[in-house]
């Protein structure tokens, strides 16, 4: 859901400490590195934009107001003049004459405070050439003058960023949201890059909001980094059932006609949505998905009933999505939980799954990654919300890892059925009931 409110309910705190850290551009000054981190749906993204949007309009009014005091003090300057050689001075200031024809374009330029507030979305821009080609082409107008998409190193694409910064001559605050994705590609060079830009200006100074709903992203980057980018650690928490009844309420009102939605239906949404990790966009689309299912079937106003499958239709096209988009070798492993789950199998194990997985892996013909990295795909799936993974000890003989699924089994099975990747592998003749692997020479 792309839509940007144009308020933004229940974020009053962390608005103010975002505005906080961000105040000394409007000084002129380099502001705070910021790094916003919180669970999908906290308002991140929306919060960023929507306090880039208040800044601008603030540099707006701050410098309108200074040019009107300049104007001003010109023109009482200038009457005092004339009265002092008795020049009789007719009905008040000319209006039609603005700062920069009293002080030339120049000096009115310079009297501007410039603050340029630059959004990149990281999943969409994940590399660091493309980051630093980005930021720079916000400074240029000209198309033809724009850096390439390719074919500039590292060292010349940085130049150019500072020497379109440095005439810039103002605050240039850069936001990286979904700051994880390029991490995880890119690694953490063109952070440190961005990091050290003010090292290298005089006349402007750089800011830098990091984003993420991953907390523990920072820890992966190197130290030296960390200490450069000297970051603002900001948490978004989840919202609760009466914060999202507020925003859904707000929305409802914009989108739908009068008489199609009640309050219980909103308390309805915000209590599923609450219940499922306080995301407001979950909350906002079991919302508008209830208002299309009572559309579909030709209902005038939304009933609880709609919600209920509007609620079941989120979760499998969720689940789906995140099966769907899974790499190859995750997808294995879950394909090899999901037969043991099918075959009953009680206690599924990382070991179980292992077995199951080499087998998988063997039938389609490609190499099996070790133990330890299917234990990590366990845990990347246990987070994601597909399984469960439940550390059982059993005292001296050691601690052990039961898992089993937690989304729908036939939603998975399903998709797995529509991904050509994987559904010759369902159907395997050859797939063990219960998988052994031979470990001991006979
Ligand atoms: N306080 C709020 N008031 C009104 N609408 C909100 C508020 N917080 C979030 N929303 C809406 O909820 C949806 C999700 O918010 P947003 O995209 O900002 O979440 P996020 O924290 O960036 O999530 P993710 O980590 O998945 O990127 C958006 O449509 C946004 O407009
Ligand atoms: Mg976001």
Redesign the pocket.
């Known amino acids: 859901?792309?839509?940007?409110?144009k308020?933004?309910?229940?974020?009053n705190e962390e608005t103010n400490r975002l505005a906080m850290a961000l105040s000394d551009a409007l000084g002129g000054q380099t502001p705070s590195n910021v790094f916003?981190c919180?669970?999908?749906?906290?308002?991140?993204?929306?919060?960023?934009?929507f306090i880039g949007e208040q800044l601008l309009k603030k540099i707006k009014e701050i410098n309108s107001s200074y040019k009107r005091m300049v104007l001003n003090n010109f023109f009482e300057e200038l009457t005092e003049d004339l009265a002092d050689q008795n020049v009789p001075v007719s009905g008040g200031r000319n209006k039609i004459l603005g700062v920069k024809d009293v002080l030339g374009e120049e000096v009115a330029a310079e009297i501007e405070r410039n603050v340029k507030y630059i959004y990149i979305n990281c999943k969409h821009v994940d590399t660091k050439y493309r980051i630093l080609t980005n930021i720079a082409n916000t400074f240029i107008t000209d198309w033809k003058e724009r850096l390439p998409f390719t074919g500039l190193t590292t060292d010349m694409v940085v130049i150019k960023l500072l020497k379109c910064i440095e005439n810039y001559h103002g605050v240039v605050i850069i936001v990286l949201?979904?700051v994880d994705n390029l991490l995880k590609k890119s690694g953490d060079d063109v952070l440190h890059i961005l990091s050290r830009l003010n090292e290298d200006l005089k006349n402007s100074t750089t800011g830098l909001i990091c984003?993420?709903?991953d907390a523990n992203v920072f820890n992966l980057i190197d130290a030296r980094v960390n200490s450069s980018l000297s970051l603002d650690i900001m948490v978004?928490k989840p919202?609760n059932a009466v914060?999202l009844r507020?925003?859904l309420k707000?929305?409802a009102e914009k989108a739908f006609n009068d008489g199609v939605h009640s309050q219980s239906i909103i308390n309805l949404c915000a209590a599923y949505a609450a219940r499922d990790n306080g995301?407001?966009?979950r909350?906002?689309s079991l919302l508008m998905v209830s208002g299309e299912v009572a559309e579909r079937s030709g209902a005038d106003r939304i009933v609880e009933e709609h919600t209920k499958l509007a609620l079941e239709k989120i979760e499998t096209d969720s689940v789906s999505e995140v099966v769907r988009t899974l790499p190859i070798h995750l997808k294995i492993a879950l394909l090899a939980i999901q037969v043991q789950h099918e075959q009953g199998r009680t206690k599924i194990t990382t070991g179980s799954v292992y077995e199951s997985y080499v087998q998988l892996c063997r039938t389609r013909g490609i190499s099996a990654l070790t133990k330890r990295r299917v234990s990590d795909f366990i845990s990347e799936l246990s987070t994601l919300g597909i399984i469960d993974a439940n550390v059982i000890s059993y005292g001296r003989e050691g601690r052990t890892r039961i898992i089993r699924l937690a989304a729908c089994d036939s939603t998975i099975s399903d998709t797995f059925a529509r991904d050509d990747e994987i559904k010759d592998l369902m159907f395997q003749e050859t797939y063990p009931s219960v998988p052994r692997m031979q470990t001991r020479l006979i």
Do not use: C, V, W
């Open positions: 859901m792309g839509y940007t409110p308020i933004l309910l229940h974020r916003i919180g669970k999908p749906g906290t308002g991140k993204t929306a919060t960023s934009k949201d979904e984003i993420s709903n978004f919202y914060q507020d925003i707000h929305r995301d407001a966009r909350a906002l």
